[in-house]
């Protein structure tokens, strides 16, 4: 005989959380760094006047990031002290109102990483993601000499990740690895003077710097 019940709501905790697994991570929008899957929690935003990333109205520098247990909040901006690419976490967890003492320290939100680990069998993972100035919008300031063209550009990102048992059933290992090559244009602003204008500044301002450099 089977037999099951409903859960019961628990009425002595009114946390608020969302978790986002791996199987999520894939599919959402987002960066190469994990912090850019935060906006898909409930009250997330990203608010330039609040610092960067605010939650239930916070602003940037009351958030605290937790990475396997270990906190990585850089204390002067209040952003995430450590760049951990999206592929090596397994689950991002943001907390944002009624979490327990153990996450205290914050008055905004926490965001608690968890990162992935190795099984018995090996496992793994590779990206090559090429980006060129064809995919970019051109350039809208009148005043650049590049105003109506795409600036030249191309960005290359090599990913790659490896877990596997170092002994089985006893020891396992994850690691993960990014580089990135990127080559862009830049436009130089060069101010020339005209003879008419050289002729005028020496009449005008016979101490200035146009005597010196001569004709």
Request: aromatic fraction near 8%; charged fraction near 20%; glycine fraction near 10%.
């Amino acid at each position: 005989q089977v037999t099951a019940t409903s859960p019961l709501v628990d009425v002595r905790q009114s946390s608020r959380s969302t978790s986002i697994r791996d199987e999520a991570l894939d599919l959402l929008p987002r960066g190469r760094d994990f912090t850019t899957v935060v906006t898909q929690a409930a009250g997330a935003n990203n608010e330039s006047k609040l610092g960067g990333l605010s939650i239930d109205g916070a602003s940037a520098g009351e958030n605290r990031y937790i990475i396997d247990g270990i906190e990585t909040t850089n204390l002067q901006s209040g952003t995430s002290g450590k760049n951990v690419i999206v592929d090596f976490i397994e689950e991002v967890q943001v907390k944002s109102s009624g979490y327990t003492a153990e996450f205290g320290g914050a008055t905004g939100g926490v965001i608690n990483a968890v990162t992935k680990s190795g099984t018995n069998e090996f496992h793994g993972t590779a990206q090559y993601i090429w980006t060129n100035q064809n995919m970019r919008a051109k350039n809208e300031d009148p005043t650049n000499v590049n105003y109506g063209k795409r600036e030249s550009f191309s960005e290359k990102t090599m990913t790659a990740t490896l877990g596997g048992p170092i002994i089985k059933n006893k020891l396992f290992f994850f690691g993960s690895y990014e580089g990135t090559r990127n080559v862009q244009g830049q436009a130089v602003t060069l101010q020339l003077e005209t003879p008419e204008f050289r002729q005028y500044t020496i009449a005008t301002s016979p101490n200035s710097v146009a005597i010196l450099r001569g004709p």
